[in-house]
């Protein structure tokens, strides 16, 4: 028999001494940022959209939001995602802030959301729409983005520190930075996600931007920020740290896990 196909695990194999076999060595996957779009707003609406392509099949794709009211009272809320290929029941919210701001004491008055889905394709300027539960009437920012790679039975760390939040909502400056947390999984993607009212969201040291929407043209000012680390061993007690000292902030510290390697297969020759 020539190249007959066997699939090894943890088990123990004894090999003949005619036998020839060759490993596959292309099996690891490997996390990496895949595309992004973003998309900024000052007018009273209740949706917001971006065009996002990617180049890999099989990607998370992230949905990360920011809205403001000018007013004392809370800013609507995320009802669905959609587009094209990902229809609203794809997308399951992972994470939010709700907080104060600069235009209202009213809880929510600042309202940062992650969202998720996984796309079996690649995207071609896929446009992506939130909408809201209601009208926004100040800013809205909005981050876009596919990871590849991840494992998309299960994309986000397991470890009960996740998502870890941080926020100022009082107009005393501190620096941006997250609580502590950790991960159960060697190989993640850290995400920061920061919604920021006054000021900017600043990269977290060892961290590198995906992008910034920036939306500073209504009464106060709304900036999601997103950046990430790639780690290959799992993280003990750590923080996202910055030098940006603003108020009025919330940060999300996440973490997406990559796809497990599959089974070892071996191209078998026997030699007669």
């Known amino acids: 028999m020539v190249g007959e196909e066997l ?42 959209s971006a065009s996002l392509t990617t180049t890999q099949a099989n990607d998370v794709i992230v949905v990360a939001f920011m809205g403001e009211m000018n007013t004392n009272a809370a800013c609507p809320t995320i009802s669905q995602i959609s587009s094209t290929h990902l229809p609203s029941t794809a997308w399951s919210k992972r994470s939010q802030i709700q907080m104060a701001g600069e235009g209202g004491t009213t809880s929510g008055n600042i309202d940062v959301e992650v969202w998720w889905a996984v796309a079996s394709s690649a995207l071609s300027s896929e446009s992506i729409t939130v909408t809201l539960t209601g009208t926004c009437n100040d800013d809205m920012a909005l981050v876009i983005f596919g990871v590849s790679g991840a494992n998309t039975s299960s994309p986000w760390d397991s470890n009960s520190s996740l998502p870890a939040y941080n926020t100022n909502a009082s107009s005393t400056s501190k620096n941006i930075a997250s609580t502590t947390f ?44 997103v950046a990430e680390d790639i780690v290959t061993a799992t993280q003990s007690s750590v923080s996202q740290s910055t030098t940006e000292s603003t108020d009025w902030w919330g940060v999300i510290a996440d973490a997406i896990q990559q796809a497990p390697v599959p089974p070892l297969t071996f191209a078998t020759h026997w030699l007669w």
């Open 7 to 48: 699939e090894l695990s943890n088990s123990n194999v004894c090999i003949s001494k005619n036998q020839r076999m060759h490993a596959r060595s292309d099996l690891k996957m490997v996390l990496a940022i895949d595309g992004s779009a973003i998309n900024a707003s000052t007018t009273n609406a209740a949706s917001i």
């Open 182 to 225: 950790s991960t159960s999984n060697a190989n993640d993607i850290l995400l920061s996600i920061q919604g920021v009212e006054v000021g900017a969201g600043a990269t977290p040291s060892g961290y590198t931007e995906v992008n910034t929407a920036n939306n500073s043209g209504g009464t106060y000012g709304a900036i999601i920020y």
